[in-house]
C-alpha cells in the first residue's frame, strides 16, 4: 500500500504551488538530498582528499550502482551534468564528412537540436529532422515515417526515447535494432528515461546513450551519465582538455580517465545515485509509477476536450507514461505560461513544437486528481476571461 501523504512530505517542493512539471527539472526528496548534503560536508571537511584521492573510489561506487541498475558495465559510464553536454562530447568529436547524414525526427529537444546543427554546419554534413505526423495512429506507422528520411548517406541515428515537448515514449529498440541491419550508429537521447521507465542497456544495444538521473530518478541537479560502448570509446575527445588527458596515472580505461577527470568541480550530486536507487526500492517505486501514469491517461481526453483538440497518440503505455501533451490553440504560449503560474501559482509548462504549441502536465507521487483539478478548472477561466486561449 502506497503511503502518498508521507511520499509527499519528502519533497521539499514550494506547497503553495501546484506543482505539475516535474518533467523539466524533477525533485529531490529528503533523504536524497540529505545524502547530497553529507557528501558536500565531505568535500568541505578535507578538500583535497575528496577531491584528489578518494574521488575516483567515491565514484567508482556510484558508477557500478548507476551500472546495475541500468544493466551495463561500470567502466562503460560516466557521469556529466546533463544530456545536452553529453550529446557535445558525441558530436564534437564524431568524424563527419561532407554530405554525411544525422537522421533524427522533428520533436526532438531543443538544445540537441541546436547541437546538432552546429556541428553538422561545421563539417558540411546535414541533420535531418524527418517530419513525424501527429496525431500518432501506431508504432509502425511511426516507423516508416522515420525510416522514409535514411538515405544511402545516412551515418548515424540520433533519437530521444522519451520526447520533451511531446511527451511521447518512441520505439526505440526497433530503430536500433533496424539501425543496426543498416550498420548505422545509434545515438538514443533517454533524459526522461532513468527512474521513469525501465531502462536495460544491453538489451537495448544502443552505441550510445545518456540519461538524466536529476529527472525521474530524483538526484540532485546535474547529474546525468554517457554510456558508450567500448568499441566506440576510443572515438571521443573529451569537451574539457584536464588531468585525464595524457594521464600521469592513466586507469585501465581511457573513456573514464578522458572525461571523469575534469580538474576542481562538486561532483557530490554525481554520488548520490545509490541512495536514490535506494529511495526507489524502499518505497515501491514501480506501484508509486503505476498509479502516476494512471492518472496521466484519466485525465488526457479530457484536457484535450476542453482545449479543443485531440491527443497526439493512443492513450496507453506504449507512447504515454508519467507525462502527456496537450494540444493548445494559442499564439501566446510564453504568456499563458506566466499567467497559470502568477494567477494560479500553477508551475506546468506550455511549449513550442515547430507550429504547434503543447501544455504538457507531468505527475509523480506527490500530485493528485485534486492538482488536476486546480489546472482544468484555472483553463476554464482563462477560456472565458482572457484571449490566451482561442
Known amino acids: 500500500m502506497i503511503d502518498h501523504a508521507n511520499l509527499k512530505s519528502q519533497f521539499l517542493l514550494n506547497p503553495d504551488i501546484t506543482y505539475l512539471n516535474f518533467g523539466s527539472f ?4 529528503k533523504p536524497i538530498y540529505e545524502d547530497y548534503q553529507k557528501w ?51 558530436a564534437k568529436s564524431l568524424k563527419l564528412n561532407e554530405g554525411d ?24 554534413a546535414k541533420y535531418i529532422r524527418q517530419p513525424i505526423s501527429l496525431p500518432i495512429t501506431s508504432k ?7 525510416w522514409s528520411g535514411y538515405t544511402s548517406r545516412t551515418k548515424a541515428i540520433f533519437i530521444s526515447q522519451i520526447t520533451s515537448s511531446t511527451a511521447l515514449r518512441l520505439p526505440v529498440k526497433e530503430i536500433c535494432d533496424r539501425a543496426k541491419e543498416l ?9 526522461h528515461v532513468p527512474g521513469h521507465i525501465p531502462l536495460d542497456l544491453n538489451e537495448l544495444k544502443a552505441d550510445i546513450y545518456t ?81 502516476c501514469r494512471q492518472l496521466v491517461r484519466d485525465n488526457y481526453k479530457r484536457f484535450c476536450d476542453l482545449l479543443g483538440s485531440s491527443p497526439i497518440c493512443p492513450i496507453n503505455d506504449q ?17 499563458l505560461h506566466s499567467y497559470l503560474f502568477d494567477q494560479y501559482k ?24 485534486n492538482d488536476l483539478d486546480i489546472l482544468y478548472n484555472a483553463l476554464q477561466e482563462i477560456q472565458l476571461k482572457t484571449d490566451l486561449l482561442k
Open 183 to 191: 550498420g548505422l550508429l545509434t545515438i538514443v537521447d533517454g533524459a
Open 40 to 90: 558536500q560536508r565531505l568535500l568541505e571537511w578535507e578538500p583535497c582528499r575528496y577531491i584528489a584521492v578518494d574521488g575516483v573510489n567515491y565514484l567508482k561506487t556510484s558508477r557500478e550502482a548507476l551500472a546495475s541498475f541500468i544493466n551495463c558495465d561500470a567502466d562503460d559510464v560516466v557521469y556529466v551534468t546533463n544530456p545536452t553536454y553529453a550529446i557535445n562530447i558525441i
Open 101 to 124: 547524414e544525422i537522421l533524427t525526427t522533428n520533436i526532438e529537444y531543443g538544445a540537441m537540436d541546436r547541437t546538432w546543427n552546429y556541428y553538422c554546419r561545421e563539417n558540411n
Open 319 to 335: 507512447f504515454l507514461v508519467q507525462m502527456c501533451s496537450i494540444p493548445v490553440n494559442t499564439d501566446q504560449p510564453e504568456k
Open 211 to 291: 540519461g538524466a538521473c536529476h529527472k525521474w530518478l530524483m538526484t540532485p541537479k546535474g547529474c546525468s551519465f554517457l554510456y558508450v560502448k567500448k568499441e566506440y570509446q576510443d572515438l571521443f575527445d573529451p569537451v574539457i582538455i584536464s588531468w585525464g588527458y595524457e594521464s600521469a596515472a592513466p586507469s585501465r580505461s581511457r573513456f573514464l580517465d578522458y572525461h571523469q577527470m575534469q580538474g576542481t568541480r562538486d561532483f557530490s550530486a554525481f554520488l548520490t545515485v545509490p541512495k536514490a536507487i535506494e529511495f526507489r526500492t524502499e518505497n515501491n517505486w514501480d506501484e508509486v509509477a503505476a498509479g
Open 346 to 369: 500553477i508551475e506546468v509548462p506550455v511549449m513550442r513544437q515547430e507550429n504547434h504549441v503543447f501544455l504538457r502536465y507531468s505527475i509523480q507521487v506527490f500530485n493528485d486528481q
Open 140 to 146: 509502425e506507422e511511426l516507423l516508416a515515417q522515420f
Open 26 to 29: 524533477g525533485a529531490c526528496p
